[in-house]
């Protein structure tokens, strides 16, 4: 059977990626494994007891509504285990080669899970990729730079290169298309918007941060030589060995689910065990992080506002509008944290801990804003229940946050919801 594809992921993969909402933005509970069966099966039969089957569904409930999202939970333990027990001496030196294996590790699988061939295809929606990356790579880093006023009153100089770093990494790209697809917005255009913004990252974020950060961080040439050795060669390296390497990922697909996890706790572990032996947390009191917690909301309620406005302004329908604003408006801890260990060195520990922060708010902040847009709008209407494409029908919304409600099409659908 023939798997069409947009940007590289399968349809039947998509639909899984776009059920994949992080923590509290979980459309509902997720579905079993069907080579082991539903938890607490019967392995004879295959059905699920009561008791087993109430308990399970109560375990699912209430991860849906955690305020944290697990994976930044287990980022979190890392973090507290490299300062309960950070890597010293030796360990640190093996922990180090470690990380770097695992650095380019994660780019060549990058490289080899993007189809560049069918996301080049989706350049037909070129105005909204390019308004995506506009966001992402311009808009961004100049509010980075405009809250250089916030240092030392607000932003302790400390964080301040973490907080321009964050400004100039690449867009998410599972996370964009969960909320894209929970809000009904351009399920397809997320995917690509995603994916070209993750490939410009890996040349702009380096540049970007060399020109802007600079010495100030012990950011040069050397660095950004670094990158194109350490991130930007696997990469190309899993792009020309896509045509054997896809089919492998693809059977093992859940198995480096969790090698591309390890990878970065692992990622963590190393940079805040360096940190350690460079004193982070004695330059970090709470009322600091309190303080960048409140920059990094405004500088999210800035961008979501930015990109809604914007979106609106070049007169995008309403399922594009979503899409760049869920796409536009949020970074990626993926490649933000390999990137800031070769960037950043010893000092990435202090380096990540805006892009940490700022990731849990903006993935808890989207999940309530999509679940607005999603009762916003009306599935009975004869549309899709996923809307790849934009609709006429749709009206443009008035409100800066507020895409405007869902209104029945020019011509009424006929009885049984199909089109006419």
């Not at 993969?13 to 069907?34: F, H, I, L």
């Not at 847009?373 to 229940?385: I, K, M, T, Y």
């Amino acid at each position: 059977m023939t798997v069409s594809t947009v940007c590289g992921v399968p349809d039947d993969r998509r639909a899984g990626q776009a059920g994949q909402v992080p923590s509290s933005a979980a459309a509902g509970p997720a579905a079993a494994d069907p080579s082991t069966g539903p938890a607490g099966a019967d392995p004879s039969t295959g059905r699920v007891g009561g008791p087993v089957r109430g308990f399970a569904a109560a375990i699912r409930t209430g991860l849906r509504w955690l305020p944290v999202d697990p994976y930044i939970a287990a980022l979190l333990g890392t973090v507290l285990l490299a300062a309960l027990l950070p890597a010293t001496g030796g360990g640190a030196r093996v922990a180090g080669g470690a990380s770097d294996t695992a650095v380019g590790l994660l780019f060549f699988l990058y490289g080899s899970r993007l189809s560049t061939g069918e996301a080049m295809a989706g350049l037909r929606h070129w105005r909204l990729h390019l308004t995506v990356l506009a966001a992402t790579f311009a808009v961004f880093p100049l509010l980075g730079l405009a809250a250089r006023g916030l240092v030392p009153y607000v932003i302790a100089p400390g964080l301040y290169p973490g907080f321009l770093f964050l400004c100039v990494l690449p867009s998410t790209i599972q996370s964009s298309i969960a909320f894209t697809s929970l809000a009904r917005g351009n399920v397809a255009a997320a995917i690509c918007a995603g994916s070209f913004s993750s490939l410009a990252g890996i040349v702009l974020t380096p540049l970007l941060a060399a020109l802007l950060i600079g010495g100030g961080a012990g950011i040069d040439g050397h660095a950004v030589t670094g990158i194109a050795l350490q991130l930007l060669a696997p990469f190309l390296a899993g792009q020309l060995l896509r045509r054997w390497t896809a089919p492998l990922l693809a059977r093992h697909r859940r198995a480096l689910g969790f090698v591309d996890r390890g990878s970065i706790l692992l990622v963590v572990y190393t940079a805040f065990s360096a940190g350690m032996a460079e004193g982070i947390w004695h330059q970090v009191p709470v009322p600091r992080l309190l303080e960048l917690l409140a920059a990094e909301a405004v500088l999210l309620a800035l961008m979501l506002s930015a990109t809604a406005y914007g979106a609106r302004t070049l007169g995008f329908g309403r399922a594009d509008r979503i899409t760049v604003v869920f796409a536009g408006s949020k970074k990626s801890l993926a490649s933000g944290l390999p990137m800031a260990t070769v960037l950043f060195g010893s000092g990435a520990g202090l380096a990540v801990l805006p892009l940490m922060l700022f990731h849990q708010m903006q993935l808890m902040v989207c999940a309530v804003i999509a679940k607005r847009w999603a009762r916003q709008a009306e599935p009975s209407v004869g549309l899709p229940d996923e809307r790849h494409r934009d609709d006429p029908g749709l009206p443009s919304g008035p409100g800066q946050f507020d895409l405007g409600p869902e209104q029945r099409p020019a011509r009424p659908a006929p009885a049984g919801g199909a089109r006419r």
